[in-house]
């Protein structure tokens, strides 16, 4: 059978174009795409300058926007209207670091739906009423969900735990992996718990009620923008209905940025809860996707997972699976085991993977397969308006086509030297940060420099 090389490979990297719509007081971009008569529709947000209070409730606040009531109509009549208008309407909130400094991160709000063309105009109306009239007076419904994000976040543990491993060994190195550890990773699970404790009295359900509100009201008047994606044909029409729907519609000039304070420090840490199995990860502190030395992090990833940590860790340790990658947003590289019978075994094979490549000749070819592999997940094709959403919000935090397209030129141009040079100049023992998801039991063995967190 023949073989896919690097000289297979398209130079350049295809991504979808995109337009500035003439709108006055709006900021939308249009994207032309096929989608089978569907339109997909974002309003996204400017995140505005939060206290430590405020930012421990935007994943609960992003869920419930669209998960309450608005206006006159309760959340199950909210929920009925919105099944009839959308194919899919839902919020969350995406935080990244800058392509050139982790330190520095930008913070939107994203409400986003898909909807027959017939209903758009429906579907933005349905937009701008929710975020102008959310109830988050339903303190019963409130109650409800914070009941449900316990019992999902406490039952992902076993199917997640590998990630949650690595956001934990991640927290302290950079602003955005700090927040993701404390809003969904380990550290959540915690908070969850104690939060659903709290609302057992209604003072507190009360208070949460308004501290939600007040966190509404911020968000509401922020900046927005608008993408807009679906066939060049509904154009006109969704253009017409976004400048009707939302160009009255407030916003504020006394707008402070979201901002996180610097954090760039190791931790080691084991996580006890009610796990047979283990989940380890180590990380170590690296560079961001614009530095000389990122391409060849990232294909370090895919190198030694595939020459060193799947025999030494899956075939020999027994583990259900492990691996490694670089994390460009983050300016972190990050080992990891699955399901793993090992601890101490395994964090040793982690470092033992960085001397494999040092001291062993390698074979060309397979550092060939390690190439392909970053370059088929950056080509890797998606739906016309996926491709679309993921080409505007990569630009959104400053990954512009330019920038992703010398990315993936340096990515082809990794030589097994580099992978040694980065290997060797960033995995270094002394500034590795680790966390495990382990029992007690398990724990007992362990060092006692590791700080101990029951969930």
Same mark, same amino acid.
């Given at each position: 059978?023949?073989?896919?090389? #690097? ?52 994943? &609960? ?39 050139? $400094? ?19 105009? %429906?579907?933005?109306?349905? /937009?701008?009423?929710?975020?102008? $009239?959310?109830?988050?007076? %339903?303190?019963?419904? !409130? ?20 990630? =949650?491993?690595?956001m934990a060994a991640c927290a302290g190195m950079s602003p955005a992996a700090r927040l993701a550890h404390l809003n969904?990773?380990?550290?959540? !699970? ?33 900046p927005r923008r608008f993408l807009l994606v679906a066939e060049d044909d509904h154009l006109a029409a969704v253009q017409n209905s976004l400048q009707a729907i939302w160009a009255d519609v407030p916003s504020t000039n006394d707008f402070t ?24 990860? /180590? ?22 997972? $595939? ?59 397979? &550092? ?23 080409? =505007? ?12 397209? %010398?990315?993936?030129?340096?990515? &082809? %141009? ?12 960033? #995995? ?28």
């Amino acid at each position: 059978m023949p073989c896919v090389t #690097l000289d297979d490979v398209p130079l350049d990297l295809k991504l979808p174009e995109s337009q500035a719509l003439p709108l006055s007081q709006l900021d939308a971009t249009w994207y032309s795409a096929g989608t089978n008569g569907l339109i997909y529709q974002q309003a996204i947000i400017d995140l505005p300058l939060l206290t430590d209070d405020e930012l421990a409730l935007l994943p &609960l606040y992003s869920h419930c926007l669209t998960e309450l009531g608005r206006g006159e109509l309760d959340y199950r009549a909210n929920q009925a209207l919105q099944s009839e208008v959308a194919g899919s309407f839902s919020a969350h909130v995406s935080i990244r670091g800058l392509p050139d $400094n982790e330190q520095d991160v930008k913070a939107f709000l994203v409400m986003s739906g898909k909807a027959l063309q017939v209903k758009q105009q %429906e579907l933005l109306s349905l /937009m701008q009423d929710t975020l102008a $009239n959310a109830r988050f007076d %339903e303190l019963p419904r !409130i109650r409800e969900i914070v009941a449900q994000q316990r019992t999902r976040r406490e039952q992902s543990i076993t199917g997640r735990g590998h990630s =949650y491993a690595m956001m934990a060994a991640c927290a302290g190195m950079s602003p955005a992996a700090r927040l993701a550890h404390l809003n969904s990773g380990l550290a959540s !699970i915690q908070s969850v718990k104690a939060l659903d404790k709290r609302l057992d009295d209604d003072t507190e359900l009360a208070a949460l009620g308004t501290a939600l509100q007040q966190l509404h009201a911020k968000i509401a008047l922020a900046p927005r923008r608008f993408l807009l994606v679906a066939e060049d044909d509904h154009l006109a029409a969704v253009q017409n209905s976004l400048q009707a729907i939302w160009a009255d519609v407030p916003s504020t000039n006394d707008f402070t940025p979201f901002a996180l304070p610097a954090t760039r420090s190791s931790v080691k840490q084991l996580w006890l809860t009610s796990t047979q199995v283990n989940f380890c990860a /180590m990380a170590f502190p690296t560079v961001t996707g614009q530095h000389p030395d990122a391409a060849a992090l990232s294909v370090l990833g895919d190198f030694l997972r $595939n020459g060193y940590l799947h025999r030494a860790i899956r075939e020999k340790g027994g583990a259900y699976g492990a691996g490694a990658g670089q994390d460009n947003g983050d300016a972190v590289f990050r080992f990891f085991s699955y399901r793993d019978p090992r601890i101490e075994g395994t964090l040793d094979d982690f470092m033992k993977a960085r001397d494999w490549l040092l001291k062993e000749e390698h074979d060309p070819k397979k &550092l060939e397969e390690a190439i392909l592999g970053v370059i088929s997940s950056i080509d890797k094709p998606g739906s016309p308006a996926g491709e679309a959403k993921q080409a =505007y919000h990569a630009s959104l935090f400053g990954r512009t086509p330019e920038l992703r397209r %010398e990315f993936r030129k340096r990515i &082809l %141009e990794v030589t097994l030297e580099d992978l040694k040079r980065v290997a060797g100049e960033w #995995l270094n023992l002394d500034h590795a940060s680790i966390a495990v998801v382990t029992n007690l039991k398990n724990s007992e063995s362990l060092s006692e420099s590791f700080e101990r967190i029951e969930i």
